[in-house]
């Protein structure tokens, strides 16, 4: 059985991928690679395979996952956390947002894997129709206004940060897209399309 077909199985038992991803010792986007069959991850199988037994309820003792080999036979090398893994605030302007929100991006990540709360503050034109929840109604004077969505934890299902984590994989990446695209999609605001002026993510607990 490979990877995938493992964590789907563990999936449907219930777990989430950040609770499989801690058991094997890894990050849910490892676990959201394998879940889409983009790598194989075989070195995982035995860690995976043991879990698996374990939700079962047989008495084993989940091994730990080698490193995954390079080409040449050497182990692949751990990413070393950047200086946003531990930023509670990250937040970007429209530049930023136009290339993806990498920063944002990639702390999302960690906050899904660390089983964090977050929240995010997305700032549009006051030409672009925002709906009243969650929205903050500017001043005549302003030029830009704002909506606040908060996701509850790393936990499969709508409204969580794993939830939106798989949405911004789902637009290659491209976290201003995928709010905009979460907003419309949940009647917030006419926002489908329309990149950000700014990105603010908030990381708690």
């Not at 990540?109 to 977050?118: E, F, L």
């Not at 500017?138 to 949405?167: V, Y």
Request: hydrophobic share 35%; charged share 25%.
């Amino acid at each position: 059985m490979s990877s995938q077909d493992l964590v789907n199985e563990l999936l449907s038992m219930g777990m989430t991928k950040a609770e499989i991803a801690r058991a094997v010792g890894r990050d849910s986007a490892v676990m959201t690679q394998i879940e889409r069959g983009a790598k194989p991850y075989r070195n995982l199988e035995p860690s995976l395979r043991a879990l698996r037994d374990q939700r079962q309820g047989k008495p084993v003792t989940i091994p730990e996952a080698p490193r995954r080999m390079t080409k040449s036979g050497q182990q692949a090398k751990v990413r070393q956390k950047t200086n946003y893994a531990d930023r509670r605030v990250v937040r970007v302007k429209q530049q930023a947002v136009r290339s993806g929100a990498r920063s944002i991006r990639n702390r999302l990540r960690q906050a899904a894997a660390d089983g964090s709360k977050v929240a995010f503050t997305v700032v549009y034109p006051t030409s672009v129709p925002i709906g009243k929840s969650g929205h903050r109604e500017p001043p005549a004077s302003e030029t830009e206004h704002t909506i606040e969505l908060g996701f509850g934890g790393a936990h499969q299902g709508e409204g969580h940060a794993q939830d939106m984590l798989d949405r911004v994989e789902a637009e290659g990446g491209d976290v201003g897209a995928a709010l905009s695209a979460y907003i419309a999609q949940n009647d917030l605001g006419d926002t489908e399309g329309v990149t950000p002026l700014a990105i603010e993510l908030r990381v708690w607990g």
